[in-house]
């Protein structure tokens, strides 16, 4: 279940994340989707999407971080 586009996402990732994180969560969603296919590649008993989803929000955490005021900014 892949996402071709940003409007996609499910609510709690468009309603929190800004749009340049979007597309951060959008494409490494995408690529562990693919990279995760088997489930031996998988750590624990973690399903394809759950493990797509961590690694997504891994990925934004790389580059935006969570302010006092439960937003999120890109890292200086």
Do not use: C
């Not at 999407?49 to 006092?68: C, I």
């Amino acid at each position: 279940m892949p996402y071709e586009k940003r409007e996609e996402l499910p609510d709690s990732v468009r309603n929190v994340l800004p749009p340049h994180a979007q597309s951060i969560y959008k494409e490494a969603f995408n690529s562990a989707w693919e990279q995760y296919a088997k489930p031996e590649d998988r750590k624990g008993d973690s399903s394809r999407e759950e493990t797509a989803h961590a690694v997504a929000w891994s990925a934004v955490k790389e580059k935006y971080e969570k302010g006092d005021d439960d937003r999120w900014h890109r890292k200086s």
